[in-house]
């Protein structure tokens, strides 16, 4: 614990504005009693730190302690990306996962409630051993339920050595259809909330410019990856951005004050 908060600020000093706190199973994070969300709010009280992030997290280790922290640390930025793997309980059991579609639902729930700007992402295996048309169908309806701004899915690949690669495995063509299936949906929600950015305004660490250096890139706190267009140094600045177009994976915009000029 210590020595990630020596580290921390360290960083800090050398200019560091944005931290990521980085694990297999981050919010199982245990070290002399102290839990995820005593580093986070150790970690909130840092002068001249901007932005906590952590991932990735695992929905059986979401405690009440470090939900609140949602709440309670400014710096923590209102984007979660919290597996689920499957919207089935049938399926989460055979892949032991440990939690249930309700027990997740109000995890969401309680984070909305803790703080109302709060984003998600997510991961999903499509066509695990045993999966049938209706635990697929419950994939799709939690999908449209969270309104996941990020979603990654794949179809199941097994692994040797694991009790899930002894299973029969669903035919390849009928895998495939159903993670088409579920990537259109999950593109339509993206497409659809991007396209909610347009006019408005956002506020975006800028990291680098551009190979051809005629760009700044950066990221917001929904962590969306934004091009900036602008004549000023922005690097290493939390700058508003007015959002003027977008890509499926990227927002475009300027900066308020160059759009003021160049009227």
């Known amino acids: 614990f210590s020595e990630i908060l020596k580290e921390a600020k360290d960083l800090v000093s050398n200019g560091v ?7 297999q199973n981050v919010n ?3 070290n ?26 695992h929905p059986k280790d979401m405690t009440k302690d470090l939900i609140q922290a949602h709440g309670d640390c400014k710096k923590l930025m209102p984007y979660l990306h919290l597996p689920l793997q499957s919207g089935s309980n049938e399926i989460l059991k055979e892949m032991n996962r440990k939690h249930t579609i309700d027990e997740y639902f109000n995890t969401i729930e309680l984070l909305k409630d803790i703080n109302p700007q709060i984003k998600f ?3 999903f295996i499509i066509a695990y051993p045993k999966e049938t ?12 339920k969270v309104k996941f701004i990020n979603s990654f899915s ?13 299973k029969s495995e669903i035919d390849y063509s009928e895998a495939k259809k159903r993670l088409m299936i579920f990537q259109s949906e999950a593109n339509k929600i ?28 950066g990221r917001d706190e929904f962590n969306n990856s934004v091009i900036i267009k602008s004549e000023k140094d922005l690097i290493g600045k939390i700058q508003d951005i007015n959002i003027t177009n977008f890509n499926q994976n990227t927002l475009f915009g300027t900066v308020p004050e160059d759009k003021k000029n160049a009227a």
């Open 17 to 23: 504005k944005e931290i990521n706190l980085l694990g």
């Open 28 to 30: 199982a994070y245990r």
């Open 32 to 57: 002399n009693y102290k839990k995820l969300s005593d580093l986070i709010y150790s970690l909130d009280k840092i002068a001249g730190l901007e932005r906590i992030r952590y991932t990735t997290s």
């Open 121 to 123: 992402g997510s991961d």
């Open 133 to 144: 048309k209706i635990d697929f169908d419950k994939s799709l309806e939690i999908l449209n």
């Open 154 to 166: 794949f179809i199941y690949s097994p692994r040797p050595g694991t009790p899930a690669s002894l």
């Open 190 to 217: 993206k497409i659809d909330y991007k396209s909610s950015l347009v006019n408005k305004t956002t506020k975006v660490l800028v990291e680098n410019k551009s190979k051809d250096r005629k760009y700044y890139f």
